[in-house]
């Protein structure tokens, strides 16, 4: 049975490979063979999987943002160009529309794929934003809304069955949550329990987004380790040739901290499996952002609903 494990990294581009401005040169290094994590000029292929530079700018002049560039990712409707310019935080109602009707978590659902989100959310997450006039929520909880996936809350985790969005449990321990410290083979291993019932499961991760705004190497030199941790324990439980990683992202940022805000470089559209067949078919097919959500509904062979 065909397996997906959608990791969403926030404000990751393919940045030169030069250590001054680009701390995550090397992430997944590892997984990757000793390639490194940089501009290339197509896809490359490695033992474990293949890189595929994204264009996240979608032909529509400016700096790529997150309401349309992940609503571009998530519904396979160049956003951007829909309502001409690049738009950042959170939907509109434009894009919230959209997001309703083709929601690619929704579209798996639809396709008979079991499909869900393994993010830990806390109730007053969506308690603070619901009563505000203007959308707060982002693209990536719109989707999942809209498919009729339910969240994950803190029983989830405490079963084993969730993961926070900075994957140690940091930040929400800050926020003033009772929640204990991981380390992130332990959050790796909570990802796995919830993929033993699913075949499609997103993640999203957003501190390199974060740090990357306040150019924080340290920081982000932290993240590089815990994503490193993190994805080498999805891939040593996987069937890797059965299941994939695939590491997608909205816009650059992180990758060139000579730069406080987001960058115009393309993605990395990454998979790791060792299918060739699934390989071939996200190289052939990925150029842009919106390429990522039809190629994910070939990959299971669910019909793409005509946009």
């Keep these: 049975m065909k397996k997906l494990v959608l990791f969403f990294i926030d404000g990751l581009g393919l940045g030169p490979d030069n250590p001054d401005c680009n701390p995550l040169r090397s992430l997944f290094a590892r997984l990757m063979s000793g390639r ?13 999987g293949v890189l595929i530079p994204t264009d996240p700018t979608m032909g529509v002049p400016g700096t790529p943002q997150s309401a349309t560039g992940q609503t571009s990712l998530f519904t396979g409707v160049n956003a951007q160009k829909q309502i001409g310019l690049h738009l950042p935080a959170f939907p509109n109602n434009e894009l919230k529309m959209l997001i309703e009707k083709y929601s690619l978590m929704k579209m798996l659902r639809q396709g008979g794929i079991k499909s869900t989100s393994a993010n830990l959310y806390s109730q007053e997450f969506f308690t603070k934003r619901k009563h505000h006039r203007r959308n707060l929520f982002p693209a990536s909880t ?32 800050k926020r003033g949550y009772k929640i204990d410290l991981i380390k992130p083979e332990q959050a790796g291993r909570n990802m796995l329990n919830i993929l033993t019932a699913h075949q499609f499961v ?45 590491v997608v ?59």
């Design 36 to 48: 490194k994590l940089v501009d290339t000029e197509g896809p490359l292929f490695f033992p474990n």
């Design 142 to 173: 719109l989707t999942i809304k809209a498919s009729g996936s339910r969240f994950r809350f803190r029983d989830d985790y405490l079963a084993g069955q969730a993961v926070f969005a900075d994957i140690t449990n940091e930040l929400i321990r």
């Design 202 to 246: 997103f993640f999203e991760y957003f501190m390199t987004d974060l740090y990357g705004h306040s150019q924080n190497r340290t920081e982000l030199k932290k993240c590089k380790d815990i994503l490193d941790r993190f994805t080498q324990t999805l891939w040593n439980g996987i069937d890797n040739k059965s299941t994939g990683i695939l």
């Design 249 to 307: 992202s909205d816009h650059g940022n992180a990758e060139d901290i000579s730069i406080i805000n987001h960058t115009t470089n393309k993605i990395p559209t990454l998979l790791f499996t060792c299918n060739r067949e699934a390989q071939k078919l996200f190289a052939r097919r990925i150029k842009n952002l919106t390429d990522i959500y039809h190629t994910v509904l070939e990959y299971f062979d669910v019909s793409s609903t005509a946009h």
